[in-house]
């Protein structure tokens, strides 16, 4: 479990290394509901989520990075979705994944979001909350908490800057799994025009 929470770990800073003025208007849950749909059921954990307009879905083999995230028993991506045609890391991009509960630190949201925060909010990342207010109501009625975290950019040493980087999560329970969502990219604007798209699709889940 150590390793695999080592693991989580890495994978977070690595999306955050390289790569307010809001409008919060989404649309209803009436709307969504009556959208076409995509089924998922992979790493214990089955739902389906509103085929959105202007999010484009993407297998999570057939992203650039893929490798660098493979799929374990207890954690792995299921899909991801990108809000313009350029398909890259620091490109706004959400990333839909199952999380064993039994992981070190996952256990619960309160957890899970104690973990981002611990990732983040140090001298090191420098990073800040920007949201954590926010509740959201999906389709089978479940309410869930929206994270959101800016980390800044820097120069790491004379041969690595990274970018700034604005990110959103939020975990939907399935029984002893998590379904997470993550939202990043590397641009406040886009950031700001991504987030609404990223809450409907949170909104438009249903456990199947």
Known sequence: MKKNIYILSLLVLFTAIISCKRDNQTGGNEELA??????????????????????????????GWG???????????????????????????????????????????ESIQGWLKGLFLNDAQNGKVIGEDQTLTTMDGQEVKLLEIHRPGGILND????????????YIDQGDR??????????????????PLFMNLIRSFKEE
Request: aromatic share 12%; with cysteine.
């Open 34 to 63: 009556s959208l076409p749909r995509t089924n998922f059921n992979m790493g214990g954990v089955s739902f389906s989520l509103a085929n959105i307009r202007d999010l484009d879905q993407v297998h999570r083999d057939s992203v």
């Open 67 to 109: 490798y660098l995230m493979p799929s374990t028993e207890e954690n792995g991506p299921i899909v991801y979705y990108f809000t313009t045609n350029l398909q890259t890391l620091g490109a706004p991009h959400m990333r839909i994944e199952y999380i064993d509960k039994k992981i070190e630190n996952m256990d619960n949201v």
């Open 159 to 170: 041969s690595v800057r990274r970018s700034d980087k604005f990110m959103a999560w939020c």
């Open 178 to 195: 998590f379904v997470a969502f993550n939202f990043s990219t590397t641009e406040e604007d886009k950031y700001n025009q991504g987030l």
